[in-house]
C-alpha cells in the first residue's frame, strides 16, 4: 500500500542536530500537504511541523520554532526535517503523513488553533527513531 519511508533518526547529544527524510513509497507526492509528527513514550501523538500544498507554506509547533525546518524535493517525492539544537524532549519516534482531501489544515496538524485533534492524514509511514541523551 502507499506510505511513507521515514528515515535519517540516530541517537545524538543535546545540542545536536539531524535530518529526517520523508519519501513516499507506492505513489507520487507531487505537492500534497505533508506532516511530520512524533510520539514519545507514554505520551499522544503531535504534529510538529506540516508543508502546504502550492505555495509550499510551512508551518512549526511553537515548542520547536527556530529550531526545525520543513522543505519538500518534488523530483525525489521527499519532504525533509532538519532538526538542530536537540533537546532530550525532542525524544520520540518521528513519522510522517499526507493529508487527504477534507483534512486536516496544516496549522491544525502543528496546534495553531490551540486543539491537537488533527484528522484525515494517511499513507502513515512506521517511523524513525531520534533519541536526545547525555
Known amino acids: 500500500q502507499e506510505q511513507f519511508v521515514e528515515s535519517g533518526g540516530g541517537s545524538v547529544q543535546p545540542g545536536g542536530s539531524l535530518r529526517l527524510s520523508c519519501r513516499a513509497s507506492?505513489?507520487?507526492?507531487?505537492?500534497?500537504?505533508v506532516g511530520w509528527f512524533r510520539q514519545a513514550p507514554g505520551k499522544e501523538r503531535e504534529g510538529v511541523a506540516c508543508?502546504?500544498?502550492?505555495?509550499?507554506?510551512?508551518y512549526l509547533r511553537k515548542s520547536v520554532k527556530g529550531r526545525f525546518t520543513i522543505s519538500r524535493d518534488v523530483a525525489k517525492s521527499t519532504v525533509y526535517l532538519d532538526m538542530v539544537n536537540l533537546e532530550p524532549d525532542d525524544t520520540a519516534v518521528y513519522s510522517c503523513?499526507?493529508?487527504?482531501?477534507?483534512?486536516?489544515?496544516?496549522?491544525?496538524?502543528?496546534?495553531?488553533?490551540?486543539?491537537?485533534?488533527?484528522?484525515?492524514?494517511?499513507?502513515w509511514g512506521k517511523g524513525t527513531l531520534v533519541t536526545v541523551s547525555s
Open positions: 507506492g505513489f507520487t507526492l507531487d505537492y500534497y500537504p
Open positions: 503523513a499526507v493529508r487527504k482531501p477534507g483534512g486536516s489544515s496544516c496549522q491544525q496538524v502543528v496546534g495553531d488553533f490551540g486543539d491537537d485533534n488533527y484528522y484525515g492524514m494517511d499513507f
Open positions: 508543508i502546504a500544498s502550492s505555495d509550499g507554506s510551512t
